[in-house]
Each structure stands twice: as C-alpha cells, then as structure tokens.
C-alpha cells in the first residue's frame, strides 16, 4: 500500500516544484522589462499667493523639484517663460504655473488689463446713456454730468472725464463681432477705466446729477476739448413759514338795530353877504 502512494507523492512534488519555478521566471521577467523611472523634474511654483489679472514677475516665483509623474504636462520650467504674462486666476503658493493657469497679456482683451493706479466703475446705463447700444469695450468716451433745475439755476452739463476707455458693457468685456440689435440689448452698467482721482468724480457726479456718455472717436486728443470742474449744486433750504399777521384790533359793537350812520348834512352857510353859494343841487344866498 505504501508503495502504490509513493509515485503519487513524487507526481505532486514535481508540479509544486514546476509552479515555483514558473512563479520566479514571470518575477524576473517582468523586473527586466519595467521602464526605469522617470527623473524629477524642475518647475515653476509661486513663491506667495498670485492675484488674478496680476502680472507675474520674478519675485513672485521659484524654481521647485518635482515628480516628474506629479508634474502637469504644461508647466513651466524657467522664469524666463513666464515673466511678464498674466494670471488668469488666483494661484495659491507653492502650485505650479502652467499653461491653463497663466497667459500672455496680449491674449486677454486688452482692455481687461489694468495699470498700477487705475481703477475699474460701473454706472448704470440705459439707452440714452450706452448710446443706443453703440458703446462697446474697448470704446472711448466722455462723461458728461448734468445737474437738475433748482430754484434759482438751470441745469448745467459738466464735461467731468474726457478719452475714457470702456472696460466692459453689462458682463462683456470684448466687442461684439456686430452690433447687436435693438432686441438683443439688455441695459445693465458699463465699466469704465480710470484713475483713482477720477473714481471720486465719477462716483460724486453720479450721485448728484445725470450721467451721460458721448462715444468718440479712439484717434482724438485728450486735450482736444477741456475738462470741466464739476462741483456739486447747492440745494437752496425751504423757507420757513413767518409769524402770523397780528389780528386787527377789535372794533366796538353796534348795537343791534343800529344801522351804518348816515353821512353828515352839508352846513347850511347862512347869506348874509349877498354871495351865492352852491351846495349839491341847491342856490342859496344871494343879495339882500
């Protein structure tokens, strides 16, 4: 009985052994084949927080070393790439700029882009103040205020910014390929660009008078025409009501059945020296 158990044994043996065996062969096999792995790779990373629209410099980055299968495929690897171009949106510190995160400045509409010491306004606009429509981004224009009638003035227009660029119509900040049609319009606010003195005008003027924009032409001086001071319009005070008129002094009652008293008689003149007098409609007098 022993005997017949032992092939059986050997056979068993024989493929546990062939199993290993094959175990280690695809182990080996397949450590030869892998591809060795891929170098860190050197990238650009903000050194602080980078504000959206802002231009990016030298002082704002550094050079950091990352796994090169950590890295995405459009990152920047010197600041020679970058500098200069403009952040489409925030970028925290430490994150890698890349092509999806920073732009060139002349790929944004150009008038998006603002300068040290300019500001962007909004006014609201209707009809007649976005020109039927014809105001665009990237459109110059002048802003007119114009102050109400009072009492003692008449309106008055103040020509308050002159060659201001339009940033954007409503939430539009490049033109349109054609001027939209009277249906197409919606009136929201056009933003202007200026600067931070001329934020305060617009911002007084547009509380205390009308504003107006006039679209003029891109080519004109500034200078052409002046600019006028705007100054805010008095508003004369109400006048206050004055003391009542002191009551006429009481008069003496009439007695009842006492009527007007009839005017006075003409004086009889007695003629005594021959003369005629005339009273009303009588002679009298005369010679003697």
């Given at each position: 009985m022993?005997?017949n158990?032992?092939?059986?044994?050997?056979?068993?043996?024989?493929?546990?052994?062939?199993?290993?065996?094959?175990?280690?062969?695809?182990y080996?096999?397949?450590?030869?084949?892998?591809?060795?792995?891929?170098?860190?790779?050197?990238?650009?990373?903000?050194?602080?927080?980078?504000?959206?629209?802002e231009?990016?410099?030298?002082?704002?980055?550094?050079?950091?070393?990352?796994?090169?299968?950590?890295?995405?495929?459009?990152?920047?690897?010197?600041?020679?790439?970058i500098?200069?171009?403009?952040?489409?949106?925030?970028?925290?510190?430490?994150?890698?700029l890349?092509?999806?995160?920073?732009?060139?400045?002349?790929?944004?509409?150009?008038?998006?882009h603002?300068?040290?010491?300019?500001?962007?306004?909004?006014?609201?606009?209707?009809?007649?103040?976005?020109?039927?429509?014809?105001?665009?981004?990237?459109?110059?224009?002048?802003v007119?205020?114009i102050?109400?009638?009072?009492?003692?003035?008449?309106?008055?227009?103040?020509?308050?910014?002159?060659?201001?660029?339009?940033l954007?119509?409503?939430?539009?900040?490049?033109?349109?390929?054609?001027?939209?049609?009277?249906?197409?319009?919606?009136?929201?606010?056009?933003?202007?660009?200026?600067?931070?003195?001329?934020?305060?005008?617009?911002?007084?003027?547009?509380?205390?008078?009308?504003?107006?924009?006039?679209?003029?032409?891109?080519?004109?001086?500034?200078r052409?025409?002046?600019?006028?001071?705007?100054?805010?319009?008095?508003?004369?005070?109400?006048?206050?009501?004055?003391?009542?008129?002191?009551?006429?002094?009481?008069?003496?009652a009439?007695?009842?059945?006492?009527?007007?008293?009839?005017?006075?008689?003409?004086?009889?003149?007695p003629?005594?020296?021959?003369?005629?007098?005339?009273?009303?409609?009588?002679?009298?007098?005369?010679?003697?």
């Amino acid at each position: 009985m022993t005997r017949n158990k032992r092939p059986m044994l050997i056979i068993i043996a024989a493929i546990l052994a062939g199993g290993a065996a094959l175990t280690a062969f695809d182990y080996v096999t397949s450590n030869n084949h892998r591809a060795p792995a891929a170098p860190p790779r050197t990238v650009i990373v903000a050194s602080r927080a980078i504000n959206a629209r802002e231009t990016i410099t030298g002082s704002m980055v550094q050079a950091a070393v990352r796994p090169a299968d950590a890295v995405d495929p459009g990152a920047y690897s010197s600041v020679g790439e970058i500098e200069g171009d403009v952040a489409l949106g925030d970028i925290p510190a430490g994150a890698a700029l890349t092509s999806s995160n920073v732009t060139r400045a002349a790929n944004l509409p150009s008038p998006v882009h603002l300068t040290d010491g300019m500001r962007a306004m909004s006014i609201a606009v209707d009809e007649v103040k976005d020109v039927s429509g014809l105001i665009q981004p990237g459109d110059h224009v002048d802003v007119y205020a114009i102050t109400a009638r009072s009492a003692s003035d008449a309106p008055r227009a103040y020509a308050i910014l002159r060659n201001i660029i339009v940033l954007g119509v409503g939430g539009q900040v490049a033109a349109a390929g054609a001027t939209p049609g009277p249906g197409s319009i919606s009136w929201r606010s056009v933003t202007l660009r200026v600067s931070a003195d001329q934020a305060k005008t617009l911002a007084v003027a547009d509380l205390n008078s009308t504003i107006r924009l006039a679209l003029r032409p891109p080519g004109e001086s500034t200078r052409s025409e002046p600019v006028d001071k705007f100054s805010v319009p008095l508003q004369s005070a109400p006048s206050l009501p004055g003391p009542p008129a002191p009551m006429p002094a009481s008069m003496p009652a009439i007695p009842p059945g006492t009527g007007a008293s009839a005017p006075a008689a003409p004086r009889r003149v007695p003629a005594t020296d021959g003369v005629q007098y005339i009273l009303g409609d009588r002679v009298e007098g005369g010679a003697q």
